[in-house]
């Protein structure tokens, strides 16, 4: 399938350097000493700060348009939201500007953000369209959003992704055991693990254990990554040299024993902080977009939840922005090699060419 535009199905636009900042953005936003499990969309912040920067005059720190590909690449997997694992696998997103009558956008603004694929509504902002319009667009995976509404918010920005796919080769057949999980501090818990025995893509060097689960499509897949290292210690370089061990043509593929745990994550996300870095938040201008300058941002947040079963795995997340105005190849071994996340680990979803990260976790204690 081709598309009019130059963002390929399998991301060709992006550079290595792009995958780099994706990944450094995704790092980021997992930072957080106070939750055991993280999951987070660089491509639906990267969507939503790319939007804002559009307005703007000056480049921020990272180069946001030249992200816009991996906001586009999902097109081929486009389809209604879906709270289960599909057979074909769904990738639906969804963006749009909700804009107070009283804030006027300027027509070079609807020219600027064409590329995003997000459309600009007028209407009053209330908590009721902001918490509908997650709902819709998550299939009520998100029932709330993560704005708080008040009576001088003049803009919201909303984007959406949701992803639903089943295995390529599920776990039913391997079942579930209780196993041991070891955290990283060395204490232990038990976790339901599934597990199965299967020819995969897998990696055991460079201070990585990993495999590569596909999708019914053969297209998209789940990259388990578990670093011999601590996991907070990893960097962008490293994470991204270890998703390419595992994509095409790169990948080894063997008979691998695998071990993965039930997960069932959900994080809402302050993004404030990774705005500030940017140069995108607080009394801004925003000359492109707007006349009623400075802008001040002063909610942003993304909510995500992943779910991942014997069956499939289901993803979504909603990254929203408020404003105010006027203020401020291989063999195959003879013996299976195991790659079992019994301790903490990174499960990346994204295409099997490049590993472009649609959804980026790090998993420290599955059962918290």
């Keep these: 399938m081709t598309f009019s535009d130059n963002s390929s199905v399998h991301g060709a636009a992006l550079t290595e350097e792009n995958q780099a900042d994706l990944l450094d953005i995704g790092l980021f936003l997992l930072d957080d000493p106070d939750s055991a499990n993280t999951v987070v969309s660089p491509v639906g912040v990267a969507a939503a700060a790319g939007v804002i920067a ?12 030249s992200l816009q590909p991996a906001w586009t690449m999902w097109r ?8 289960h694992p599909k057979k074909n696998p769904v990738i639906a997103t969804a963006a749009q500007i909700f804009v107070d009558p009283e804030f006027s956008i300027k027509p070079a603004y609807h020219k600027a953000i064409a590329g995003w694929d997000v459309s600009i509504e007028t209407g009053a902002i209330t908590q009721e369209n902001l918490d509908e319009w997650a709902r819709i667009n998550t299939a009520n995976l998100i029932q709330q959003s993560g704005i708080r509404v008040t009576p001088e918010m003049k803009l919201v920005l909303q984007n959406a992704i949701t992803f639903a796919a089943k295995w390529q080769e599920d776990f039913r057949q391997g079942g579930v055991i209780d196993d041991d999980f070891t955290r990283a501090d060395g204490t232990v818990t038990r976790v339901e693990m599934m597990g199965s025995v299967r020819h995969a893509p897998y990696t055991v060097s460079d201070g990585w ?9 053969g297209e998209l897949a789940a990259f388990v990554l578990i670093p ?3 996991p907070g210690q990893v960097t962008p370089t490293m994470l991204k040299q270890a998703v390419s061990q595992l994509c095409r043509p790169n990948e080894t593929t063997g008979l691998v024993r695998v071990g993965l745990p039930r997960l069932r994550l ?9 705005l500030q870095y940017l140069g995108l938040a607080g009394n801004i201008d925003l000359p492109t977009m707007t006349n009623a300058n400075p802008v001040d941002i002063t909610q942003a947040v993304q909510q995500a939840i992943m779910l991942v079963d014997e069956e499939g795995t289901v993803a979504s997340a909603v990254t929203e922005v408020g404003g105010l ?9 003879e013996q299976p090699i195991d790659i079992i996340a019994d301790r903490p680990f990174y499960l990346v979803i994204g295409d099997v060419e490049t590993g472009t990260p649609l959804f980026l976790s790090r998993i420290s204690d599955p059962a918290a």
């Excluded at 559009?54 to 348009?65: A, F, N, R, V, Y």
């Excluded at 081929?76 to 709270?83: I, N």
């Excluded at 254990?209 to 499509?217: F, I, P």
């Design 266 to 274: 959900t994080t809402k996300k302050d993004l404030i902080p990774f």
């Design 76 to 83: 081929r997997w486009a389809g209604p939201p879906a709270r």
């Design 325 to 333: 105005a006027g203020a401020a190849p291989g063999t195959i071994p």
């Design 54 to 65: 559009e307005g703007g005059s000056d480049e921020p720190i990272i180069d946001l348009k």
């Design 209 to 217: 254990r990993g495999v590569r689960l596909d999708y019914t499509d």
């Design 228 to 230: 011999d290292a601590d």
